[in-house]
T-cell receptor, first 115, second 114 residues
Framework: AQSVAQPEDQVNVAEGNPLTVKCTYS??????LFWYVQYPNRGLQFLLK??????LVKGSYGFEAEFNKSQTSFHLKKPSALVSDSALYFC?????????????FGTGTRLLVSP | NAGVTQTPKFQVLKTGQSMTLQCAQD?????MYWYRQDPGMGLRLIYY???????DKGEVPNGYNVSRLNKREFSLRLESAAPSQTSVYFC?????????????FGPGTRLTVL
């Protein structure tokens, strides 16, 4: 079965510093991976996805993610964090067992950026 | 273009009461989903509908029923609410352009069952 793991419940970073939110995956076959962000009292918003091709994927709001097949990881990164980046971040993988209809989400990582 | 809309935004129920959560999308998507979000557990899929007229169980379907009323609307019903169903419920719809498809989420319904 497809799954993703987000090993950190919370990540703290100072504004202006680089940030990394970690995600590892377990899939059979080619992975289709996603990052979503949830701001307080809002629904999830799509940030970026990896389907195939370049291992460095660029997304919204200056975020990028690095796909690493050997380490089965898909870490979310940003070179310089903003206080407004504080939110809950979810990694997800497409569930191939259901004909790719469903996403399987991680448990989420809360990012706190301090001024 | 409103995207995915959900009603109500908040609801408080007593144990045993019933209610229906409404979801509508105006993006002409075939696939729609209902999730619940609980602290420390991420999002868990309750039911989904791959197209009008079809529905399938997700990870946590017990205690829920769904109706895909038409292409736009996908409702979630709690027949006899239980405190364990206290959660935030999200509806989503998905573009059909596999593998480039993306899920779009509504703003959520915060449900408390007393």
């Amino acid at each position: 079965a497809q799954s993703v793991a987000q090993p950190e419940d919370q990540v703290n970073v100072a504004e202006g510093n680089p940030l990394t939110v970690k995600c590892t995956y377990s899939v059979s076959g080619n992975p289709y991976l996603f990052w979503y962000v949830q701001y307080p009292n809002r629904g999830l918003q799509f940030l970026l996805k990896y389907i195939t091709g370049d291992n460095l994927v660029k997304g919204s709001y200056g975020f990028e993610a690095e796909f690493n097949k050997s380490q089965t990881s898909f870490h979310l990164k940003k070179p310089s964090a903003l206080v407004s980046d504080s939110a809950l971040y979810f990694c997800a993988v497409r569930d191939q067992s259901t004909g790719f209809q469903k996403l399987v989400f991680g448990t989420g990582t809360r990012l706190l950026v301090s001024p | 273009n409103a995207g995915v809309t959900q009603t109500p935004k908040f609801q408080v129920l007593k144990t045993g009461q019933s209610m229906t959560l409404q979801c509508a999308q105006d993006m002409n998507h075939n696939s729609m989903y209902w999730y619940r979000q609980d602290p420390g557990m991420g999002l868990r899929l309750i039911y989904y509908s791959a197209s009008e007229g079809t529905t399938d169980k997700g990870e946590v379907p017990n205690g829920y029923n769904v109706s895909r009323l038409n292409k736009r609307e996908f409702s979630l019903r709690l027949e006899s609410a239980a405190p364990s169903q206290t959660s935030v419920y999200f509806c989503a719809s998905r573009t059909d352009s596999f593998p480039s498809d993306t899920q779009y989420f509504g703003p959520g319904t915060r449900l408390t069952v007393l």
